[in-house]
């Protein structure tokens, strides 16, 4: 099978920003519209459900530019750790 070279759009250095920032806002909207937090929420249930239960399990959204999160699966000790 020939491999395929695929790209991203807000990658290129040549996308004027208001394309960019577009994509970005519909992007955001439509994961507000379907409750895609809900359903990672779910999903982070299902995948950490035979896990170690010394941890909390989260989903956490870290801002890294404006307009844009990054969705982090965390996994929290449940007792505090003990500096060494």
Do not use: C
Request: glycine share 6%.
């Amino acid at each position: 099978m020939q491999r395929l070279q695929l790209f991203e759009f807000n990658d290129q250095p040549w996308l004027p920003s208001v394309l960019r920032d577009a994509m970005t806002g519909y992007l955001e909207t439509i994961s507000r519209v379907f409750s895609m937090d809900q359903a990672m929420r779910s999903l982070v249930r299902a995948l950490t459900a035979g896990l170690d239960d010394g941890y909390r399990w989260e989903v956490r959204h870290v801002p890294v530019m404006p307009g844009a999160r990054l969705t982090v699966l965390m996994g929290l000790p449940l007792e505090p750790v003990a500096d060494r």
